[in-house]
């Protein structure tokens, strides 16, 4: 099964399920709506993957190489197929990461409207909360920054000056 | 003003936020949260806590005079409460700063860089005081989470203890969902198999699914580091 790996800031998440009296029936908080955005000429970042920890694992250290500092990373997954089914669209677009492979992984979801959006967020909170959304805390992060940094990583490719320092690089 | 020998009677001592019995009840040092200044001489439950073991203050055996001034204190030996109400307010100040910021993971932010820099002058006295304005509520919920993240993220044996324990109080007493769960990130960062019966509370009275859904995955990082200490 093919997963759609999205960024998130948990909080966010956790606030939906809390209870806000003043929401009409079947809508959820507004705050997860950010984890979709920036979006850019409709066009969203994400990842396909399969959930296997190793894949998973690797995208995690990609990403956080390209962060300022060590922290926590959170993710939310999503099966390809049911926003496929739900007229979403992707076209291939490589990644920015120092994993060459990681990079390859890297789709944008297009033709994003307010409306998609909405959608996006909606789904992701019926089909993924709480099960596949992720946090990889931060010593785990770091693990596999090192471990990445020695078998993936292209060391020019790392660029931000705290990360390097981490890496010894 | 009470004299010296009147009220110090006593080599006894006790850590800043304790209370005793006197004449006229209960009496704590504390801060209050409403008029956001060192208060005293009220009943213990109005006082927020307050722990700094290095720094004791005389035991004081007269009931204290509810409009006793800040000078009055000072005589009395109370040097704390001007440190208390100027790392209060530097606190809240920063507090404030962080509330026009948006805080994203792995991203560079002032609000944390101010914090630590407080916490650095003022050590663990820094530290209670933040725990205690986030549990009274005077710090908004997000802006809470963070700086909880940043504590757990001090490396500092000798806080160790201290700030693990507040963190624990936070993931059982915060009222916010944020603030519970930036108490679970830096309890993580501490990573203390001391807090294995604190996180098995909380998975019992969480009320928010994803977030109990965290702790529960969060509890084998503290085992491992219980079986790693064997």
């Known amino acids: 099964v093919t997963f759609v790996f999205r960024r998130i800031q948990m909080g966010r998440w956790e ?4 209870q806000h009296l003043w929401l009409p029936p079947g809508e959820i908080i507004a705050d997860p709506m950010a984890d979709f955005f920036p979006t850019q000429d409709g066009k969203l970042s994400v990842y396909l993957v399969e959930d296997s920890r190793p894949i998973l694992d690797r995208v995690v250290a990609a990403l956080a190489a390209i962060r300022q500092g060590l922290d926590k990373f959170e993710y939310g997954l999503m099966e390809l197929e049911v926003l496929e089914n739900m007229g979403f669209k992707t076209e291939v677009s490589p990644g920015d990461t120092p994993d060459m492979k990681v990079n390859e992984w890297h789709v944008n979801l297009i033709e994003l409207s307010t409306r998609r959006i909405l959608d996006l967020t909606h789904i992701f909170y019926e089909r993924s909360v709480p099960n596949m959304l992720r946090r990889v805390y931060k010593p785990d992060v770091q693990e596999l920054l090192l471990k990445s940094n020695e078998m993936f990583f292209d060391p020019n490719k790392v660029t931000q000056p705290n990360i390097r320092k981490f890496l010894g690089l | 003003m009470r004299n010296r020998e009147e009220s110090s009677i006593g080599a006894s001592q006790i850590s800043f936020g304790e209370s005793w019995n006197s004449p006229a009840g209960t009496v704590g040092i504390g801060y209050d949260p409403t008029s956001r ?9 109005d006082f927020r806590s307050r722990l700094e073991p290095d ?13 006793t001034d800040l000078s009055d204190v000072e005589d009395a030996g109370l040097h ?5 109400s100027i790392v209060t307010d530097e606190l809240l100040a920063v507090f404030q700063l962080g509330s026009n910021e948006e805080f994203e993971d792995g991203m560079e932010n002032q609000f944390s860089r101010e914090f630590l820099k407080i916490v650095e ?7 209670t005081t933040a725990v205690d304005l986030i549990l009274s509520g005077e710090v908004k919920p997000f802006v809470a989470a963070e700086a909880l993240q940043r504590i757990g993220d001090i490396e500092d ?3 160790h203890d201290i700030r693990r324990k507040l963190l624990e109080k936070c993931l059982l007493q915060g009222e916010s969902v944020y603030i519970r769960d930036g108490a679970l990130i830096g309890l993580v960062s501490i990573n203390d198999p001391a807090t294995i019966s604190t996180l098995k509370q909380a998975i ?3 009320s928010i699914p994803l977030l109990r859904k965290l702790i529960i995955e969060a509890l084998p990082l503290f085992e491992a580091a219980l079986e790693s200490r064997k």
């Open chain 2, 121 to 127: 002058v003022y050590g663990i006295f820094a530290i």
């Open chain 2, 55 to 67: 720094e004791l203050i005389p035991y004081i055996q007269y009931p204290l005079d509810l409009q």
């Open chain 2, 157 to 159: 044996d000798s806080s």
């Open chain 2, 80 to 84: 704390s409460i001007r440190r208390l």
């Open chain 2, 204 to 206: 019992q009275q969480e």
């Open chain 2, 37 to 45: 200044k060192p208060s005293w001489g009220v009943s213990y439950q």
């Open chain 1, 15 to 18: 606030k939906a399920e809390e």
